[in-house]
């Protein structure tokens, strides 16, 4: 088995350029590039289940106010009715 060898100069030269390896810089600068995107990539998954979250509750407190609002309106609905039937009762 052939043993592999430190490069022969530490620096980016054109053979190794010739030979299809990249600017070591140009790479740093991919990486990094990859990390931002993975970073932004994970803290938008966060963000939709923090979404997620908030509309389940808010979508329970609207439910929780429309069963109020409606319960209110039911209330109003009897008393107005009775009102209306003692006014028609009493005119007779």
Same mark, same amino acid.
């Given at each position: 088995m052939l043993e592999i060898l430190p490069p022969a100069h530490p620096h980016f030269t054109r053979?190794?350029?010739?030979?299809?390896?990249?600017?070591?810089?140009?790479?740093?600068?991919?990486?990094? +590039?990859?990390? *931002? !995107?993975?970073?932004?990539?994970s803290e938008f998954d966060g963000l939709?289940?923090? +979404?997620?979250? *908030? !509309?389940t509750e808010s979508e329970a407190f609207r439910s929780e106010h429309d069963s109020a609002v409606d319960s209110r309106l039911d209330s109003l609905e009897q008393f107005a009715s009775a009102q209306y039937t003692t006014a028609i009762i009493a005119d007779n």
């Open positions: 053979l190794q350029r010739s030979r299809g390896a990249m600017d070591p810089v140009v790479r740093q600068m991919f990486d990094d +590039l990859i990390h *931002r !995107f993975d970073t932004f990539r939709g289940a923090r +979404l997620d979250r *908030r !509309f």
